[in-house]
């Protein structure tokens, strides 16, 4: 059984990329870096979701409580408590920006994917290396890093999920056409394992 459905409508943000792509997943669901559990309410009553997060807080774990057949998995992206090829999809949504080792975190989500699973994201990226832009991100990064868990804005997001080794990648680069937009360039997608 595939574990999404692919729509062709254009994604303009975060909120209608969770609204358009989370109830379309099937199966079991790992939410890594799930925060406060924001992902939950848009996924189909009938998936098993996994929240994991290195230090969740009260509302995360009452997200976990009221989803009947949820967990919470205390640990990190790096080190993911779970069978190889147990699990139907990967959620990242503005994480690959804060876990320590992204590339290890990629490499443990192709881990624990069964063939044919998908990784959905939705992630900030640097901006184009010279650009003012991205001056400005390696200027915010050690305060970013300090005050927004652990997000460092100058990540090449893209290449790391182009070589992590999926057997497939799909990815867009979102074009905000405002300041916010150019400060932190958005892509977003699917890889298939
Ligand atoms: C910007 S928040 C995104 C939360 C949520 N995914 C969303 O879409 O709203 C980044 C999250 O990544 C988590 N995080 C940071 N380091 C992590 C790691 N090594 N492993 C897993 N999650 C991590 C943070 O605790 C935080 O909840």
Redesign the pocket.
Same mark, same amino acid.
């Given at each position: 059984m595939p574990c999404m459905q692919r729509s062709s409508t254009p994604v303009t943000g975060?909120q209608q990329w969770r609204r358009q792509v989370l109830p379309t997943l099937r199966g079991t669901i790992l939410? !890594?870096?799930?925060?406060?559990g924001? +992902?939950a309410a848009l996924l189909h009553p009938g998936v098993a979701w996994l929240a994991?997060?290195?230090?969740p807080g009260r509302r995360l774990a009452a997200a976990v409580r009221s989803r009947p057949g949820s967990q919470l998995l205390t640990a990190?992206?790096?080190r993911i408590p779970l069978e190889d090829a147990s699990i139907d999809a990967v !959620?990242c949504?503005?994480?690959l920006? +804060?876990?320590?080792d992204p590339a290890l975190?990629l490499t443990e989500t192709i881990r624990v994917l069964r063939p044919g699973g998908v990784l959905v994201f939705y992630e900030h990226v640097a901006a184009a290396p010279g650009s003012t832009a991205h001056r400005i991100q390696r200027l915010a990064s050690p305060l970013t890093r300090l005050l927004?868990?652990?997000?460092d804005p100058c990540r090449d997001t893209a290449d790391m999920i182009n070589r992590a080794g999926f057997s497939s990648v799909h990815l867009e680069t979102l074009r905000i056409n405002n300041v916010l937009g150019r400060l932190a360039p958005v892509i977003h997608g699917y890889a298939e394992r």
């Open positions: 975060q939410d !890594i870096g799930a925060g406060s924001v +992902s994991l997060e290195p230090s990190p992206a790096e !959620i949504s503005t994480v920006c +804060s876990v320590a975190t927004d868990h652990g997000c």
